[in-house]
């Protein structure tokens, strides 16, 4: 069923992995898709030309969303081919492996820049039209490192407990413009971060599997077709970790 039919949905981070998964299944919603990427052209082209190629609306749009300039241009160029963004995912993100003591200043700030300041930003330069319109969807894609120790270090924690801190902020001032925000804390899914090495056995979830990111695009269509929650975080963890 298309839920989504004359709505524009932006996923920064879109070119790949979860956002990849995200942005699919968005345009199959019905959704025209704008697919943010800072250097994966040629992936984010591939993504829209599957989206194309089944008869959707989409776009490529490069942009480094932890820069207010390059955010703003990126908005009014969806605004300009696809229209006004109804949908808002969040997902653009870093993962910096690094001990307590091996972690720099100069990588804790870029990564609360690309995880956490992205999200201000981005949701910042599309609220004001959500407003006007009364309707909006802002899905924010934390971690279960937000509330757990996970993997990648303190600076990852920081921010992606700082994106939920956001989540509840925007969500507890924008609902009575018909605009919900919530998260989807995904732990342990099979993108190219855990094969690399993050997680080299999914033994320890209680599944027995590592999760995907179509089961991350599924929490987060979830989001957007409910109207009445809002302020709240999904965990997807295959049973590792409950609220």
């Not at 999914?202 to 929490?219: K, M, N, W, Y």
Request: glycine letters at 12%; one cysteine or more.
């Amino acid at each position: 069923m298309a839920l989504l039919t004359d709505r524009v949905a932006l996923v920064t981070g879109g070119s790949r992995g979860i956002g990849r998964a995200v942005a699919l299944a968005l345009a199959d919603a019905g959704a025209a898709v704008a697919v943010n990427y800072r250097e994966r052209a040629d992936d984010a082209r591939t993504v829209v030309d599957a989206i194309r190629s089944a008869g959707g609306r989409a776009m490529a749009i490069g942009a480094d969303v932890s820069r207010s300039v390059e955010v703003s241009a990126m908005v009014a160029a969806v605004v300009h081919e696809l229209g006004p963004v109804d949908v808002l995912v969040n997902n653009a993100g870093l993962a910096i492996i690094r001990g307590v003591e091996d972690i720099t200043e100069e990588e804790f700030d870029l990564t609360i820049a690309v995880n956490l300041k992205s999200a201000f930003l981005c949701t910042q330069a599309v609220v004001p039209a959500m407003r006007a319109r009364k309707w909006g969807r802002i899905v924010n894609i934390s971690s279960g490192a937000a509330r757990g120790a996970g993997g990648v270090g303190v600076h990852y924690n920081a921010s992606k407990a700082g994106m939920e801190g956001l989540t509840r902020g925007y969500a507890a001032r924008l609902v009575k413009d018909g605009i919900t925000v919530n998260a989807v804390a995904p732990s342990l899914i099979e993108t190219d971060m855990v094969k690399a090495g993050l997680a080299s056995s999914a033994s320890r979830i209680p599944l027995g599997r590592f999760g995907t990111a179509d089961e991350c695009a599924q929490v987060v269509l979830m989001l957007v077709g409910n109207a009445y929650l809002t302020g709240q975080t999904v965990p997807l963890s295959g049973g590792l970790a409950f609220n």
